[in-house]
């Protein structure tokens, strides 16, 4: 597992696929923290960041995808998935390793935003004046909301060699689990097809986790997801391994 994290954390940084990621999202949230009209701190008053927390999730849901489709897509096109698949290495090392290194450099694309912390505790009067409880349930979400992207684009990866179509799916399903069942349960009125629903929707999940007050259960589902999804990304590659 750790020769193929190394593997794949040592391409990533020997392409410019990394460095293309990591420019293109702190672009993107820190025009819509600190520039943009309708969504800076600045104009809005207050020692907050609700906006990077609130929109970051919306730019995950398009960017891990475009991490993660070449996973094992890009193997399975070049052949070299099949001469892995020979080689002693277990089907679960293979997978795992392909998941963190995927996760570490998303991980590593959301380090930098911490200054944006930094900023805004010394912005605030008093200086410190911000929910530093609400920030640190807040990453946590976005931790474990990247993973569970990662793991689903990764299986997306896995289904098929054509990277574009694995990008897409990615994001369709991201963007189900993130917006899709939250916006169903709607429909439903209070009965328990709603509850349901809106349990098991990723936007529910992460913005309790942002309340400050970290709850297990909301950190177990996410958990759950990643599992659930790192399981049938196994499931496909040995299926192609018979």
């Known amino acids: 597992m750790l020769a193929i994290f190394r593997k794949e954390v040592a391409s990533f940084f020997n392409s410019l696929i990394a460095y293309i990621v990591m420019a293109v999202f702190l672009t993107a949230i820190g025009l819509i923290v600190w520039v943009f009209p309708d969504s800076n701190i600045l104009d809005y008053g207050y020692a907050d960041l609700g906006s990077f927390f609130g929109l970051a999730p919306y730019v995950l849901i398009f960017l891990i995808p475009a991490i993660t489709m070449r996973s094992l897509a890009e193997e399975s096109r070049n052949g070299t998935l099949e001469l892995l698949l020979t080689k002693p290495i277990r089907n679960i090392d ?14 590593l694309t959301l380090l930098p935003t911490l200054i944006y912390y930094y900023s805004v505790y010394q912005l605030g009067n008093p200086v410190g004046d911000v929910d530093s409880a609400a920030v640190a349930g807040s990453y946590l979400g976005l931790l474990l909301l990247s993973g569970v992207l990662v793991a689903m684009g990764v299986w997306a990866s896995s289904l098929n060699d054509n990277q574009i179509v694995a990008f897409i799916l990615g994001v369709f399903l991201a963007f189900i689990w ?7 349960s709607g429909m439903f009125g209070d009965g328990f097809a709603a509850n349901l629903l809106s349990g098991i929707a990723l936007d529910v999940q992460y913005q309790a986790l942002g309340k400050g007050l ?29």
Do not use: H, P
Not at 178 to 184: D, E, N, P, Q
Not at 214 to 242: A, C, G, H, P, Q
């Open 178 to 184: 993130y917006v899709g069942f939250g916006a169903v």
């Open 214 to 242: 970290i709850d297990s259960r909301n950190v177990i589902y996410l958990l759950s997801l990643i599992i659930f999804f790192i399981f049938l990304t196994l499931w496909r590659v040995e299926s192609m391994r018979k």
């Open 94 to 107: 293979l997978v795992l390793g392909k998941f963190l290194a995927n996760w570490v450099l998303v991980v």
